[in-house]
């Protein structure tokens, strides 16, 4: 951002952060209002609701006891309807046989207004049930008396309460038997309804406010209040219009202000870009006596002094040298060999200018292979890299003796596997502790008796430009890029180490429960992509503990590497073993449905039980352990839809092996059908007889139950 940016961008955030925080506070107050009025006012309908349903339930339970108490049951009833005190009267006998019911009751299912808890699902009345006795306190049946809950009820509910209301005809998914809610701001309410726990209160995106009413004891029915907001309707297009009108008048003030700021240095700014291009001629012009002014002056006086200075800093190699060393400190940090190691080679050779060039590595201990080259046969596309023996020609030497070499050769003095040249320059490269860096190691190039081992590669150039030999500055030079190059590639290496240990356990080598998550979200992804099955083996040996208390944590140490080794003897290349902790492992095994999975926990089992494992247990005796394994088996997608589920789903299963008898394997059971879920289903399809699932596009698929709704 330039300054005339920055001075606008303070001075409008000093002027128009008091009109913002005012918007802001404006807006949050109003909001917070609202919503506390709307809170009341729902507890005050959710109260009148309450109320309204006790005092029906009161009068359907007189209704009741009216008939009850009197020996004519159907002119009671009769009189009781015709009063309006309730719908329909049901008298049954102690058997639960209707004796007497009134015409046209509402249809099933009742909710009876003492229930405790009211069930999900709909409700068409509501009932109150009396007992009937005789004389002597006998039982003789019961007295039922309803009203219907139908569009006029949940109607005269809202006229009672003063808001929306509705009624969930179920629970879980939610969904609407009656409501007075307009048909654009139903769905909005329900969607607030189905987040909502106890009495709290939500918004709409509509702006409503919602609240949840019973079921609870006293008042059984499932209900929605909602009431609209009061807020303003333009009130936020007002604060922003004002924020608005602000912002314009405070960018304009600002921008004429930093204009005048900022235009001498706009001017020395214009001045400085005209020396960059190579004009020494350019001058400020001197407006004023004061900061700026005295850095105008300072400015001319530079640029004049300047040009006396340019021809020495064009030819200073020092300068290079620096700019260079940055370069190979930067590269150093990165761990893409390849493109390092072609920084640093083309960088060494503009630095000295040689023609040709290559960064040998030492492979095996045996011989140096060019990596990168430049300006050699070898580095066309296709050709085969230059390999040098340790000890052979120029490089080889080198790297042998880990001393730099540079001279001048006869086309027939050259190795045969090395490039020809007249002149050339080789400096070795090693690990930083071996190189002198480190208290008490002596550099590779001061110690010619140092192993060959410690030396990592050769920075090798060939005849400079201009048939001159290559000087000591070359070599210092070639050093500092030599000293780099050993630096990447041992970052290379500690990295690839670091990151092999990071996703291995290292008493078993197998892989840890970090890459075990990575790789059951990739195959479990892979599957759902393809269509295929993805099966988990969640294993765990059996009293493990008592291997330890008996034999000793090294012979404990000893079962568990052991019992990794068998594993990875049981299962394909493809399959993928996981150390989960402790005596817990994880055996992932790609396009393998449940009846694959059974054979290899089979076999795993037989692996692990058939051959007790040998360790040296306490005082140094070679103990002969029996050991077995409890597997669980989670199958994707027969068990679960992700891969956290499915290793939840193996979990199970070994719980379930670990409880019936260890040494023994278990199938997880197969999980509820969604009813959200539509599965095609071929014609004439037909399950296994065995009930296990196949994997593979051609399946064979269960029919669906159509009591399931699946």
Not at 101 to 126: E, F, I, N
């Amino acid at each position: 951002m330039t300054l005339r940016g920055r001075l606008t961008a303070a001075f409008l955030a000093v002027a128009l952060g008091p009109v913002l925080l005012g918007a802001v506070f404006v807006a949050s107050t109003v909001a917070a209002v609202d919503r506390s009025r709307a809170t009341e006012r729902l507890a005050v309908a959710a109260t009148a609701v309450r109320t309204s349903i006790d005092a029906l339930c009161q009068q359907l339970r007189a209704a009741a006891d009216a008939v009850a108490v009197t020996a004519d049951h159907a002119g009671t009833a009769a009189q009781v309807v015709s009063r309006g005190l309730a719908t329909a009267v049901l008298v049954t006998d102690v058997t639960g046989r209707i004796s007497y019911a009134t015409p046209d009751p509402p249809p099933a299912p009742w909710r009876d207004c003492t229930a405790q808890a009211a069930p999900g699902g709909p409700v068409s009345a509501l009932v109150v049930r009396v007992q009937l006795r005789d004389a002597a306190g006998s039982a003789r049946g019961t007295v039922a008396a309803a009203l219907p809950i139908d569009p006029a009820f949940v109607a005269r509910l809202a006229a009672a309460t003063g808001v929306a209301v509705t009624l969930l005809d179920g629970l879980a998914p939610i969904q609407v038997a009656h409501t007075t809610e307009s048909g654009s701001g139903r769905d909005a309410v329900l969607a607030a309804a189905a987040s909502l726990r106890d009495e709290h209160v939500t918004g709409t995106t509509d702006g409503r406010y919602v609240r949840r009413a019973g079921p609870t004891v006293g008042q059984p029915l499932p209900l929605v209040l909602s009431v609209p907001s009061d807020q303003p309707p333009g009130l936020h297009a007002v604060l922003v219009t004002v924020v608005l009108m602000a912002a314009l008048l405070g960018v304009a003030v600002a921008w004429r202000l930093a204009r005048v700021t900022t235009r001498p240095l706009v001017e020395l700014a214009g001045a400085a870009d005209r020396v960059a291009t190579g004009d020494l001629t350019a001058r400020v012009p001197v407006r004023s006596g004061d900061e700026i002014g005295r850095l105008a002056v300072a400015f001319n006086r530079m640029t004049r002094e300047t040009g006396g200075y340019l021809a020495a800093l064009a030819s200073s190699r020092d300068q290079l040298r620096g700019h260079l060393a940055v370069l190979g400190d930067t590269l150093a940090s990165t761990h893409d060999l390849p493109r390092i190691l072609r920084v640093i080679l083309h960088s060494a050779l503009a630095a000295t200018g040689a023609r040709a060039g290559a960064v040998l590595l030492t492979e095996q201990g045996e011989q140096l292979v060019a990596r990168c080259s430049a300006g050699l046969d070898d580095s066309e596309p296709g050709a085969a890299p230059m390999r040098v023996p340790l000890g052979s020609g120029v490089v080889g030497a080198v790297a042998a003796t880990g001393q730099p070499r540079r001279g001048r050769l006869e086309s027939t003095g050259v190795a045969p596997d090395e490039p020809r040249c007249r002149t050339y320059i080789a400096v070795p490269f090693a690990a930083p502790d071996a190189t002198g860096d480190a208290p008490g190691v002596a550099p590779v190039a001061d110690a010619p008796d140092r192993p060959a081992e410690v030396v990592l590669g050769v920075l090798a150039l060939y005849d400079r430009l201009g048939g001159e030999e290559f000087d000591d500055d070359d070599l210092t030079t070639l050093r500092t890029f030599a000293r780099h190059a050993a630096v990447a590639v041992d970052n290379v290496r500690v990295h690839e180490e670091a990151q092999r240990l990071s996703l291995t356990d290292p008493l078993t080598g197998l892989w840890n429960y970090r890459y075990l998550r990575e790789s059951l979200r990739r195959e479990v992804e892979r599957a759902s992509r393809f269509g295929r099955m993805v099966s988990v083996l969640a294993l765990d040996l059996d009293r493990f503990k008592r291997v330890n208390d008996t034999y000793g944590h090294a012979a404990g140490d000893t079962v568990l590497a052991e019992f990794a080794r068998r594993v990875r003897g049981e299962i394909r290349e493809v399959d993928l073993a996981f150390r989960r902790g402790g005596e817990e492992f994880v055996v992932l095994l790609p396009e393998t449905d449940a009846r694959g999975a059974t054979i290899v926990a089979e076999r795993l089992g037989a692996a692990v039980r058939d051959t007790p494992v040998t360790a040296v247990g306490h005082a140094g005796v070679r103990e002969s352990i029996p050991v077995t394994v409890s597997i669980g088996i989670g199958v994707f997608p027969d068990h679960a839809d992700t891969g956290p589920q499915v290793l939840a789903a193996a979990d199970e299963a070994l719980y379930a092996a670990k409880t019936a008898s260890r040494d023994t394997w278990r199938l997880a059971p197969a999980r509820e059908p969604s009813p959200t879920r539509e599965v095609p289903v071929p014609a004439a399809a037909r399950s296994p007889v065995d009930g296990l699932p196949r994997a593979g596009p051609d399946m064979p698929v269960a029919a669906s139950d159509p009591s399931t709704g699946s």
